[in-house]
């Protein structure tokens, strides 16, 4: 009989997490449509209800595909709600890319030059750094990692407070230098996970909890296939 009970109020529970969930979506695609989400004044001066219907001006060497700027409005409606998100297009879609807009746009139309964090595989470092190289080079993105040694020279100079802009580090070094990371006021976090990442949330594993950070936005390519895209 208790066990029954349990039950019905755990059905109940399922409900009101689904109520919840579908009251956000509604409120973002209100948003994304122009209207102002409840408790939010739209007739303020703040910048906020804007679709953005060009990409950043500092995306250089490139020109961003319809799909990826809709993405990009989608991330900008998350960041503007303080809301984690997923970004799961399939691989070859320019997830990548379409990150590194969004820290574009924040600095471009926001006055937001960071400090950011964006946590990835040990195996991607490298391209993550290339790849902002190479799409937005006005962002200051370094790489923090290596031995014990090379960890303290970045300390005092590469990943010093106002020497960049954007962290991008592994999992590994978020645990081992979270003393260093938690001394940033960090605007933003990029998590790029893999399909069997034992990362499965943005807020249930050590990494999130080693630097206190508003938001999150995961990256990663989906277990099962994405329906086909229209053109």
């Not at 973002?28 to 939010?40: F, M, S």
């Not at 953005?52 to 709600?81: C, F, T």
């Amino acid at each position: 009989m208790g066990g029954a009970k349990k039950k019905k109020g755990g059905k109940r529970g399922a409900h009101r997490a689904e109520h919840a969930e579908a009251d956000e979506d509604a409120e973002l695609l209100a948003d994304e449509d122009g209207a102002a989400p409840r408790g939010v004044d739209a007739s303020a001066d703040q910048g906020v209800h804007h679709r953005l219907e060009v990409q950043p001006s500092i995306i250089a060497h490139g020109k961003m595909r319809p799909y990826q700027l809709a993405a990009l409005n989608w991330m900008i409606h998350l960041y503007d709600n303080g809301v984690n998100g997923i970004l799961a297009d399939e691989m070859g879609l320019g997830k990548t890319l379409q990150t590194i807009s969004l820290l574009a746009y924040l600095r471009e139309f926001r006055g937001i030059r960071g400090p950011h964090l964006v946590i990835v595989p040990k195996s991607t470092l490298g391209n993550w750094c290339n790849e902002f190289a190479r799409w937005c080079p006005s962002i200051r993105a370094v790489k923090f990692h290596g031995t014990a040694e090379e960890r303290a020279e970045q300390r005092a100079t590469s990943v010093a407070p106002g020497a960049f802009d954007v962290c991008v580090t592994s999992y590994e070094m978020v645990i081992r230098e979270k003393s260093h990371l938690k001394r940033f006021h960090w605007r933003g976090r990029g998590l790029n996970t893999r399909r069997a990442s034992p990362v499965a949330t943005c807020d249930a594993t050590p990494v999130p909890r080693a630097c206190d950070v508003p938001r999150c936005l995961r990256s990663r390519t989906p277990s099962l296939p994405a329906p086909p895209m229209a053109e």
